[in-house]
C-alpha cells in the first residue's frame, strides 16, 4: 500500500501536459525538448534484487507464502444465511518474523458504517432510478457482512483479534519465524445478499415474479476469511476492499465439505471426492461419458432439473470437494441447474484431459446449452496456445446474475435468452449470443491471469483484465472473423483516448476513471498494437509465453511484465510503456506537408534548363502584370545593355567552367551518385497526440503501383513534436496516406492524408563546408527504398532495433 499512493500521484501528475516539457533528471536549458525515449529504470520502477530480477524474472531467492484450508461450511436456504468453520494452516515462507496476520472480510464491504458505503458518491442530477431506491429501502432493515463466531488457535484457545472495516488482524501468541507454521480456526457465518438488490460478485438470485417457479440460484464467493497477501515488494496487502479493486491471495490446497438441501446440484472449485454420495448412478455414468464425448453431454439434464423445482428438499446432503495450489474457492448450488460437460484433450502430462462444464437454470436455454460449454474449450485452446496448458481438472461456467465474475475452475456468468412477449418463447438476439460467448471466454480466461499468474489486481487492474482482455480478443477472432468484439480494435479506443476524464492506466484500481476503458480496454489495444504493428508476432508471442511460464503460479509485477517483455523481445519498449500505460497522451500523428525535389543537375546548361521551367511554371509578379504603363527598359533603348538580351536561368560560362571543374574532380562512385535524377520525397509529420508511435505510410504512385513504408517509433527519438522524413524514388506520387490499416489508434484521420505529388523543389548539391546541408539534420531520416519493407507483399512489424 505503500507505493500506491506514489503510483496515483505519478498518474495524476501525467495529466499535466506542457508544450515546455524537460527531459528529467537533465533539465534542458537550451529548447524545449520531450524526451519519449527517457528510459523507466532508476526512475518510474523499483530497483531490481535477490527477489525479482533485472529480467523481469523471479529472482534466486524468491518467496511466496503458502495458506490451506480446510473449511465446513453449510447454507440454509430459508434464511439465504452461510454458516462455515475453517481450520486456516500459514506457512512463512518470507525471511521476515511475522507477529500478526491479516485476513480480508471482504464481505463486510456490504455492512452499512464500511468504507465503501459512507463514501460512495452519487450524481448532482435531480433524478433517483428505482434501483437505488430499493437498495436504500434494504439498508433499512438488513446488513451485511461477516458475523465472527471465535477465533482460536489449533487448540482452542481464543486469538486477540481486530476488525478494521474490511479487514481483521490477529496477533499471535508467538512470533512466526521465518519456514515457521501457524494454526487458526475461525468460525463465521453471513447473509447473502440479494444481489439484484444490493449489486456485487455473488449472492442469491430467485424466480419469484409471477409465473416463475419460486426457486433460487446461491453463488458463495468471497464467503470465508481469507489471508491477505504478504509480499516482498508491499509486505502485508492490507488496504480494505471499497468495491472495485478486487481480490490478490495466496495459493493453497484446500479440503472444503458443503452442505445444501439435498435436492441441491453444487457447482464448486477443486475435485468432488464423494460422487457416490450425492450423484445418481445414472449421472455418474453421464459424467464418464462426457469424458470422451465430442459433444456436451447432460449430467444432469433438462427434464430432471424442471422435476426437481417442483419438489420440495426432505433434507440435506453434503458435497465435498478437494482443491490443490489454488488462490480461492468459490461454489454455486441451485435445484435448477442443468448440468452439461464435456471432456477437452490438451498437451499436458500434468492435465491432459480438462472437463468443460456448464450448470445453468431453464431461463438460460437454450443459449446456454449451444453455447457455454463450447466457449469454454475454445478459450482453453487459445489460452493455452499464448500462455501454458490449463492446468486444473476442471473449468466450470455458471450462469448467475452477477454479469461476469472468475475464481479457481469457476465463473459466475450473466446473459441470458429474454421471453417473446407474443409468444412467450425464450429467444436471443446476436449481441446476446456474442455476449454469451465473450463473457465466458473472458471468465474463463482469468483462470490463467490472475489465478495461476498471480498479479495484485487491487492495485494494478490492468495486469488481470488488460492481459486478459487481449487473449479474449485473440480468442474471439478465432472464433469467428466477424466476431463483433467489444476491445482490442484499436479504432474502437479512440474514443477513449481523446477524452478528458481519464488518468494513467498504471493508476491504484480504487482511483480509476472509466474503469472498464482504462484496465481493459486501453491496455488490450495496447498489446494488439504491441504484437501486430511494434514487435511482431513471433517477437510478441514468445516474450508473453515466457512471462505467463515464469510467473506461472507465482505473483508478478507490472515492471516483471514490463522487463520480461523487453528481455525476451531484444527491443527497447520503454517509450511504449511511457506513452501507453504512463501517460493519457493520445495517437495522432498528422502528415503536414510534402515536397518533391529534384538534384539540381551537374551539367550547368541543363541546371539552366530546369531553372527556366522551374521560372516558367510560376505565375508572374501580380503587380508588373497588372501595370499599364510602359517601363523605362521597354521605352529608353539606352538603358537598356546584354542583360536584358539573356535570361536569367541560363546558365553562365563561368558556371559551365565550374560545372566541369567540379565533375571532374568526382571520384566514379560520386559521380553516379551526383547524377541521379530520382525524386527527393520529404514528408512532415507532426505528433499532435503526443503519444509517439511508429509511423506507417502508404504510398500511392502514378503508374499505379503502391508502396508502405513501416517506419519505427524511433523516428521521434530526437524531436517528439515534428520530424521531417525523406523518401528516393523514381516514381511519380500521387498520393500519401498516414495509418492505412487503422492499427496505430490513430485519432484524426483527416489529417492522414495527402493528395498530389508534393510541392516542387530544387535541391542544389551543398557545399562541403555547409554543415546544415552535408549532414543528416536532427529531424532529418534519410532512407533508400532497398532497405526499407513494402507492400504488396505481408506486411512485417516494425522491430525498433535491438536494445
Keep these: 500500500m505503500k507505493r500506491l499512493l506514489v503510483l496515483l500521484g505519478v498518474g495524476l501528475a501525467a495529466l499535466v501536459v506542457s508544450s515546455a516539457a524537460v527531459a528529467d533528471p537533465v533539465t534542458q536549458t537550451k529548447a524545449p525538448f520531450k524526451d519519449a525515449f527517457r528510459q523507466l529504470e532508476g526512475e518510474e520502477w523499483p530497483t531490481p534484487n535477490d527477489y525479482r530480477s533485472a529480467s523481469g524474472a523471479p529472482g534466486y531467492r524468491y518467496w511466496q507464502q503458502k495458506v490451506d484450508y480446510k473449511i465446513q461450511a453449510r447454507l440454509d436456504e430459508p434464511t439465504r444465511t452461510v454458516t462455515g468453520k475453517a481450520t486456516i494452516t500459514y506457512k512463512n515462507n518470507s525471511p521476515d518474523r511475522l507477529t500478526y496476520l491479516w485476513l480480508l472480510l471482504d464481505q463486510n464491504v456490504f455492512k452499512r458504517d464500511s468504507i465503501a458505503e459512507r463514501t460512495a458518491t452519487v450524481g448532482s442530477g435531480s433524478e433517483i432510478s428505482l434501483a437505488a431506491l430499493r437498495r436504500v429501502q434494504r439498508y433499512k432493515d438488513w446488513e451485511g457482512g461477516f458475523r465472527l463466531i471465535s477465533v482460536t488457535d489449533a487448540g482452542g484457545r481464543k486469538i486477540p483479534h481486530t476488525v478494521v472495516d474490511s479487514l481483521m488482524r490477529v496477533d499471535l501468541a508467538q512470533t512466526l519465524a521465518s519456514g515457521g507454521t501457524t494454526t487458526l480456526v475461525v468460525e463465521w457465518s453471513y447473509p447473502m445478499i440479494e444481489n439484484k438488490v444490493i449489486g456485487g460478485r455473488d449472492g442469491y438470485e430467485c424466480f419469484t415474479k409471477p409465473g416463475e417457479d419460486g426457486n433460487c440460484t446461491f453463488l458463495g464467493a468471497q464467503w470465508f476469511p481469507r489471508l491477505a497477501r504478504y509480499t516482498d515488494y508491499e509486505g502485508w496487502h492490507n488496504k480494505a476492499f471499497l468495491g472495485s479493486g478486487e481480490f490478490t491471495l495466496e495459493f493453497g490446497d484446500y479440503e472444503v465439505a458443503l452442505t445444501v438441501p439435498n435436492d441441491h446440484v453444487v457447482a464448486s472449485t477443486g475435485d468432488l471426492t464423494n460422487p457416490g454420495a450425492v450423484l445418481t448412478v ?138 417473446d412477449p407474443k409468444t412467450g418463447d425464450l429467444t436471443y438476439s446476436e449481441r446476446t449470443k456474442a455476449g454469451l460467448i465473450g463473457v465466458v471466454i473472458h471468465e474463463i480466461g482469468h483462470t490463467y491471469f490472475p489465478m495461476v499468474v498471480n498479479s495484485d489486481e487491487r492495485q494494478w487492474t490492468w495486469m488481470d483484465e488488460g492481459l486478459n482482455s487481449f487473449l479474449q480478443f485473440q480468442a474471439e477472432k478465432r472464433w469467428s472473423k466477424d466476431f463483433p468484439s467489444r476491445r482490442g480494435e484499436p479504432k474502437d479506443v479512440v474514443e477513449y483516448m481523446v477524452s478528458q476524464n481519464q488518468v494513467p492506466v498504471m493508476t491504484q484500481s480504487d482511483s480509476l476513471l472509466q474503469f472498464g476503458s482504462n484496465s481493459y480496454h486501453k491496455p488490450a489495444v495496447a498489446l494488439v498494437i504491441l504484437r501486430e504493428t511494434v514487435l511482431g508476432r513471433d517477437l510478441f508471442d514468445k516474450a508473453f509465453k515466457d512471462y505467463a511460464t515464469r510467473w506461472r503460479f507465482k505473483g508478478p509485477t507490472p515492471y516483471d511484465f514490463f522487463r520480461t517483455m523487453e528481455e525476451s523481445s531484444g527491443v527497447d519498449l520503454d517509450w511504449f510503456w511511457r506513452g501507453w500505460f504512463y501517460s493519457t497522451d493520445h495517437v495522432d500523428i498528422a502528415l503536414e506537408g510534402v515536397t518533391a525535389g529534384r538534384l539540381e543537375p551537374a551539367d550547368a ?21 497588372r ?33 566541369k571543374t567540379a565533375n571532374e574532380d568526382l571520384t566514379p562512385e560520386e559521380r553516379v551518385a551526383r547524377n541521379q535524377t530520382d525524386t527527393f520525397y520529404r514528408f512532415k509529420f507532426r505528433n499532435l497526440g503526443g503519444l509517439v508511435m511508429p509511423v506507417i505510410l502508404k504510398m500511392d504512385f502514378a503508374d499505379g503501383s503502391t508502396e508502405t513504408i ?10 517528439a513534436e515534428q520530424v521531417t522524413w525523406q523518401y528516393v524514388s523514381a516514381k511519380t506520387l500521387k498520393r500519401a496516406e498516414l495509418d492505412p490499416l487503422w492499427e496505430t489508434a490513430d485519432a484524426d484521420r483527416d489529417n492522414n492524408i495527402y493528395e498530389g505529388a508534393g510541392v516542387p523543389r530544387v535541391l542544389k548539391l551543398a557545399k562541403p563546408d555547409d554543415e546544415s546541408e552535408s549532414k543528416l539534420k536532427d529531424n532529418d531520416l534519410k532512407v533508400m527504398p532497398d532497405s526499407l519493407q513494402t507492400y504488396p507483399a505481408t506486411p512485417k512489424p516494425i522491430g525498433p532495433g535491438p536494445k
Design 710 to 719: 513501416r517506419i519505427p517509433a524511433e523516428i521521434w527519438r530526437k524531436n
Design 282 to 419: 445414472a449421472q455418474r455414468q453421464r459424467l464418464e461419458q462426457a469424458r470422451t464425448s465430442k459433444e456436451p453431454v447432460y449430467i444432469v439434464t433438462p427434464p430432471e432439473a424442471l422435476a426437481a423445482e417442483g419438489r420440495k428438499p426432505t433434507g440435506e446432503k453434503t458435497w465435498v470437494f478437494r482443491a490443490s495450489n489454488v488462490r480461492d474457492f468459490a461454489w454455486a448450488s441451485s435445484r435448477k441447474f442443468v448440468w452439461d460437460a464435456l471432456g477437452v484433450k490438451q498437451d499436458s502430462a500434468e492435465q491432459p484431459l480438462v472437463m468443460a462444464m456448464s450448470f445453468y437454470p431453464k431461463e438460460a436455454r437454450p443459449l446456454w446449452d449451444a453455447w457455454s460449454t463450447k466457449a469454454i474449450a475454445h478459450t482453453l485452446h487459445t489460452y493455452n496456445d499464448f500462455a501454458f496448458p490449463y492446468p486444473y481438472p476442471k473449468a466450470q461456467s455458471i450462469n448467475g446474475i452477477t454479469g461476469g465474475m472468475e475464481y479457481p475452475m469457476m465463473t459466475f456468468n450473466g446473459p441470458r435468452p429474454t421471453k
Design 605 to 625: 546548361d541543363a541546371a539552366g534548363k530546369m531553372r527556366r521551367e522551374k521560372t516558367a511554371a510560376e505565375p508572374p509578379s501580380l503587380t508588373a502584370s
Design 627 to 659: 501595370n499599364t504603363a510602359t517601363t523605362v527598359v521597354e521605352r529608353d533603348p539606352a538603358v537598356r545593355d546584354y542583360y536584358e538580351t539573356i535570361n536569367r536561368d541560363d546558365a553562365t560560362e563561368a558556371q559551365r567552367k565550374k560545372a
